[in-house]
């Protein structure tokens, strides 16, 4: 997995790409836990360049969005597709996230 | 039905690639299309990873994975020996719960059991065994 973060009209921009599997989803809950804790409080997560995520991947988003709530913040998506967009959808996580076609859709929002 | 694969490894979450890469391979070789073989990974993914979590909670122990398969069938068998734990009797957790309620756990049985076309459990000579069945397009 791969992270790529950067800072666009007060939201951090995170790109993930690859695989959100149990061996690397703690780096994604780790990275974004320190810019939380930096005070960062708008995440618009771009999913483009992911091809796999477990529930180990869901579950640290989960706990990302429930910091961020303590702290008033948001956490948006965008990028969904294929089977990441499908386990989205079968976990009900499409329901509870704001998801965007696009980043600029999604930083209008903000 | 025959036996496609087998390996077996301590049950450790960084083991994980291991498995992956013979199921993956095996999954290819039986010529399941991509979109399948993804949701194989991630059934046997949750598979693994319960396993470590919660099947040797004081000891060490090993986990076997075997690949079965015929001509309508892929089936991989997860089996450990450690604590008695019947996955299938699992009950779902509530998709429709917001962030506030929805639990932390409980999302990795539901899948697994979403991308197998059928789990099943059985204890067996103090082990428990987890079978993934995936059925081949045009089989069965």
């Known amino acids: 997995m791969e992270i790529q973060t950067r ?18 989803a703690p780096e994604f809950e780790n990275d974004l836990s320190g ?16 091809e796999y995520i477990s529930s180990a991947g869901l579950r640290s988003i989960l706990s990302i969005s429930k910091k961020l ?24 996580f499409d329901s509870i996230f704001k998801i965007f076609l696009s980043e600029e859709t999604a930083l209008n929002e903000i | 039905m025959s036996i496609v694969f087998t390996i077996t490894l301590p049950a450790k979450l960084e083991n994980l690639q291991k498995m992956m890469r013979s199921v993956c391979d095996s999954a290819q070789i039986q010529g399941f299309a991509r979109k399948k073989i993804g949701e194989i990974e991630l059934a046997a993914e949750e598979a693994w990873v319960n396993i ?16 079965k398969a015929d001509d309508n069938n892929f089936i991989i068998e997860i ?6 734990f019947d996955i299938t009797a699992l009950s ?22 979403k991308m197998a076309d ?3 459990y059985r204890r067996e000579n ?13 089989g069965g």
Do not use: W
Not at chain 1, 7 to 24: H, N
Not at chain 2, 52 to 67: H, K, L, R, T
């Open chain 2, 92 to 113: 779902d957790p509530n998709i429709t719960d917001d962030v506030d309620e929805r639990k932390i756990g409980g999302l990795g049985v539901f899948l697994m059991k």
């Open chain 1, 35 to 50: 810019q939380i804790s930096k005070g960062e409080n708008i995440f618009l997560i771009n999913l483009t360049g992911l």
């Open chain 2, 126 to 138: 103090d082990r428990n065994v987890v079978e993934l069945i995936f059925k081949k397009a045009g």
């Open chain 2, 79 to 84: 089996i450990d020996s450690g604590i008695p």
């Open chain 2, 118 to 120: 059928e789990v099943r």
């Open chain 1, 7 to 24: 800072k666009e009209k007060g939201a951090i921009i995170v790109l993930v790409k690859g695989r959100m599997d149990a061996l690397t």
């Open chain 1, 69 to 92: 709530k303590e702290k008033r913040g948001k956490i948006l998506f965008t990028g969904l597709h294929g089977p990441v967009e499908e386990i989205f959808t079968i976990s009900g």
């Open chain 2, 52 to 67: 470590c979590n919660y099947a040797y909670p004081e000891q060490s122990g090993d986990v076997e994975v075997i690949g």
